[in-house]
């Protein structure tokens, strides 16, 4: 992997920042666990891809961005209640 100004450290993070999402949702119940599973998942490829191939620093920092931004939705999601992940769903809608 390219290690030109830290990006494995921040690959790194993010992967540590997922698996603790990751064991947090594992505990909770319902819409709630089920939706924040789904994201995780997506998350997680998006990580495979960054540990695993070698991609453009542009494609590279795009997937590091969204995978940021996922895992800031999916640490509120787990936040939420039953009652506010429905109103959450509705307004993305």
Known sequence: MF???GWNRRVRKLRKEW???REKAL???GAVK???LERLDVIEGNLRTLEEQQV???VRARLAKD???SLAEVKA???ASEGELEQMK???S
């Open 3 to 5: 290690s030109f100004f």
């Open 19 to 21: 698996d603790r999402a």
């Open 27 to 29: 505990k909770k119940h």
């Open 34 to 36: 089920k939706e924040a």
């Open 56 to 58: 453009s620093g542009v």
């Open 67 to 69: 995978a940021e931004i």
């Open 77 to 79: 999601i787990m936040k």
């Open 90 to 92: 509705s307004q993305r």
